[in-house]
């Protein structure tokens, strides 16, 4: 009867994690199911083998619980196989890789309170990307950093206590960067644009939105808001893109799908994996917050999770090449209206929350 009342139970709370990320409500304690999907799947699987175990204690609910949890199990299934090498690769993997059409780009969450900064420096060392780009840094992370000023003679450094401190460093010239708190005052974005050895520019924008929790925001909104205004920004047709940074946010959610096709970016890790970054000391907690998109017109050398430096997120890297031929070979993400509609009334509302302040 335990068991019966146990697997019963685990069955209702799986549904119901997999149906409140559909509600269109902002609301952290909404949002946060979006994050653990592998793991809802997981836990809903090993409940529908479970309920074998009743045997002839079925009932009515029993059934229809089943019937709901294979349900669920699919949707969540359908949620992250792009995110599998089972999946058509959104971005082509680049056939030979051009030097002077090459961007290499590592992202790391440093964890303010992390002090093992030699385990960055060395992995900087070994990788040699052209740009680093790390979040979380404070003024501590700062002077460790400046060691490798004389291999990355270009940055843009926003130190901050709290957990919002940004730092870019970059082997590549930066042309016109700028440092911008585009929804929150406290939390920064670098925007610039980076020339290629082939003289190319790039159009960078490095992101760390704050996630929607207790500790945080009560709601998305501000995530949400950042995320889509830069979306909005971009100046598509014209330059080539690349957005990275800690979103806050999964792969396989709502409002990075929305990112996505209002930006018209391209996400490496589709057909690829998961390459979950956080949370490195939980192995079963672990989803992928670090992003690198880019526009239609790179194709990917190599992606890769980084090891462990001693914070509670893997770097990320990417190696994306420039190709003006693979815009023939993508297919670009796009909003339709009620997206755009969507996407508006979330821009607007941060920006008559900021005005309020």
């Not at 440093?110 to 780009?133: H, W």
């Not at 909005?232 to 959610?253: F, H, I, T, Y």
């Not at 709502?254 to 391209?266: E, I, K, V, W």
């Amino acid at each position: 009867m335990i068991l019966h009342w146990l697997v019963a139970l685990t069955a209702g709370l799986a549904i119901l994690s997999t149906l409140l990320p559909l509600l269109r409500c902002d609301a952290w304690w909404v949002r946060i199911f979006e994050f653990p999907r592998v793991q809802i799947t997981v836990v809903s699987l090993v409940t529908l083998l479970a309920y074998g175990a009743i045997g002839n204690a079925w009932q009515a609910t029993d059934w229809l619980l089943w019937v709901g949890l294979a349900a669920c199990t699919v949707f969540q299934t359908i949620r992250i196989a792009p995110y599998t090498p089972l999946f058509p690769k959104q971005i082509h993997t680049a056939p030979q890789p051009a030097e002077k059409d090459t961007l290499h780009v590592i992202v790391s969450n440093v964890l303010m309170s992390n002090r093992k900064a030699e385990a960055l420096l060395r992995l900087v060392r070994q990788r040699k990307p052209d740009l680093l780009l790390t979040v979380e840094s404070d003024r501590w992370w700062e002077q460790q950093l400046n060691t490798l000023e004389a291999d990355y003679p270009h940055s843009v450094k926003c130190p901050l206590d709290n957990l919002y401190g940004m730092h870019l460093y970059s082997r590549l010239p930066l042309v016109d960067p700028e440092l911008h708190f585009l929804v929150e005052d406290d939390v920064p974005s670098i925007h610039a644009k980076v020339r290629l050895p082939s003289g190319r520019l790039v159009s960078l924008h490095c992101v760390h939105p704050a996630p929607p929790s207790p500790t945080e925001n009560a709601t998305s909104a501000e995530r949400d808001g950042e995320l889509l205004l830069v979306a909005k920004s971009l100046d598509k047709p014209a330059r080539s893109v690349v957005v990275m940074g800690d979103l806050n946010d999964v792969a396989w959610s709502a409002s990075t799908r929305m990112f996505q096709h209002l930006s018209g970016l391209l996400d490496p890790r589709v057909g690829r994996g998961t390459f979950n970054t956080f949370h490195a000391r939980y192995p079963f907690l672990r989803w992928p917050l670090d992003h690198v998109f880019c526009s239609p017109d790179f194709t990917l050398v190599t992606m890769a999770r980084l090891p462990n430096i001693g914070s509670d997120h893997f770097p990320i890297e990417a190696v994306l090449q420039r190709d003006p031929h693979a815009v023939a070979l993508h297919d670009e993400p796009q909003a339709d209206a009620e997206e755009r509609e969507i996407a508006d009334e979330k821009i607007d509302k941060v920006d008559a929350d900021r005005q309020a302040l």
